[in-house]
């Protein structure tokens, strides 16, 4: 017997799907502090929306933990690379230090030729330039040394996930 909630997963191609969660980790990468911890079912888009989650916990009750500063950066794998995820970051003052699902050159921004007054077509454009514009905006970002620094110690973090695995059974 499984647990009817947990959902078939598969953590790369030719391995088998097993019934899973997924774990998340929000770390403080200088001081390798676990600050978030959490478990969710296995669907596509909930490492992001799990961070989004734990990073609005921690914006809400950072002074009730006594943490000197908010949050400033957020680093990840390419699976935090969507366009809408670099959006939610931007839209609360943290800059995305995640490799995009898009390319590397910056992108047009888009225009159209009729204006609309259809509500709903107007929100889809909007937010399809809000992402444009923050794709563009990381591009900007990945240039920068700070950049660079903070790929180098998103590591720290794997370490913590293998020890977990390793030493806790997670």
Do not use: C
């Not at 790369?12 to 200088?30: C, F, M, Q, V, W």
């Not at 909930?46 to 933990?65: C, F, H, S």
Request: glycine share 6%.
């Amino acid at each position: 017997p499984t647990d009817p909630d947990a959902r078939l997963y598969r953590k790369g191609n030719h391995r088998e799907a097993r019934p899973s969660y997924l774990a998340h980790d929000l770390i403080d990468t200088k001081s390798r502090v676990i600050l978030r911890r959490q478990a969710s079912p296995a669907t596509g888009s909930a490492e992001r929306d799990t961070a989004l989650e734990m990073l609005d916990e921690i914006l809400e009750t950072k002074d009730e933990w006594g943490l000197p500063h908010r949050p400033q950066i957020l680093t990840g794998d390419t699976g935090y690379g969507a366009g809408r995820f670099v959006t939610a970051l931007i839209e609360r003052d943290i800059k995305p230090h995640v490799p995009l699902l898009a390319g590397e050159a910056k992108e047009a921004l888009p225009a159209w030729r009729r204006r609309t007054f259809n509500l709903e077509q107007k929100r889809a454009r909007d937010q399809k330039l809000k992402e444009a514009q923050a794709r563009n905006r990381v591009r900007d970002i990945q240039q920068t040394a700070g950049y660079q620094i903070s790929r180098k110690l998103r590591i720290r973090s794997e370490h913590l996930f293998a020890e977990g695995k390793n030493q806790h059974g997670l």
